[in-house]
């Protein structure tokens, strides 16, 4: 790997079994305008030659770094990633996917000038075999605040945000400040999970419906699988995310309360005081 210790974005890709398509994935990547970035591939275990492939291409971008691990789940991959990182900002690439040539300079520039910003998220295709590519919505673009953006995280199929990793950039130092890592007991939704811990805890979202990102719908992706240990996941990601919310805004209305009882208490003070004294 050659370090540059001015490069401002990791792009993190978790891989498993990807021989198929990670070819096409890095090839794209070789096509971004911006190479001012360094690429964090995180094997997951492979047993086919998706780590040979990774391997081959190495040489070919400015920062590259290869970690091969024991299978353990794409949460587990994406927690090393996590404490890998050594650039201000990151975000997640899935091996089957591909990218816009102006994708790592979108986030790149859009942090620059929206630094008070905490996140900022792209648009995307949903991309399959044989389909041309379909933008997800319309454009649209603005700062949204903190509940703005969960909503959008929770919203409709249409939503330009999601709760997706790939479409969004992320802050390296909050989230080791806020020690967020991704839940690695859920099969599915970990992500989504992960994006509502975040924004919870942070200020502020830019956001683009422009697609830059490609969604690769693969009938036999994890996604698609229908199973009882998905379905308990989906459940538990759901109970999770609500706590989430639900604890902060606790914690929101707890941090207001010592200031409300002490002007109540001045209040009946001077009100008494009134009483004694006419």
Excluded at 61 to 74: C, H, I, P, T
């Amino acid at each position: 790997m050659r370090a540059n210790t001015d490069l401002k974005l990791t792009v993190i890709m978790t891989v498993y079994n990807q021989e198929k398509y990670l070819a096409r994935a890095l090839d794209y990547l070789l096509e971004q305008k911006n190479q001012q970035f360094k690429l964090l591939v995180i094997d997951d275990g492979s047993t086919d030659s998706t780590a040979e492939i990774a391997a081959s291409y190495q040489d070919r971008f400015q920062a590259f770094d290869l970690v091969s691990k024991a299978n353990e789940g794409v949460a587990a991959a994406r927690n090393l990633g996590l404490e890998m990182v050594d650039t201000p900002y990151f975000i997640f690439h899935d091996g089957d996917d591909w990218v816009e040539p102006d994708y790592t300079d979108y986030f790149i520039k859009a942090f620059d000038r929206h630094p008070d910003d905490d996140m900022v998220t792209c648009g995307y295709y949903v991309d399959q075999a044989g389909k041309p590519s379909v933008p997800i919505t319309k454009p649209v673009e603005g700062e949204l605040t903190r509940f703005e953006a969960v909503l959008k995280v929770l919203g409709s199929a249409h939503s330009p945000v999601k709760g997706y990793t790939w479409n969004k950039c992320y802050k390296t130092q909050l989230v080791r400040c806020l020690h967020l890592r991704f839940n690695e007991d859920l099969d599915l939704m970990e992500d989504q999970v992960f994006n509502i811990d975040y924004l919870m805890q942070t200020e502020g979202c830019y956001y683009s419906s422009v697609p830059l990102y490609h969604y690769w719908q693969r009938t036999d992706s994890a996604v698609h699988t229908v199973s009882w240990d998905h379905f308990w996941s989906i459940v538990g990601a759901n109970i999770s995310i609500y706590k989430s919310i639900f604890s902060h805004l606790r914690q929101k209305a707890l941090s207001k309360r010592p200031q409300t009882q002490e002007y109540q208490g001045s209040y009946v003070r001077e009100r008494i005081k009134d009483d004694h004294q006419s």
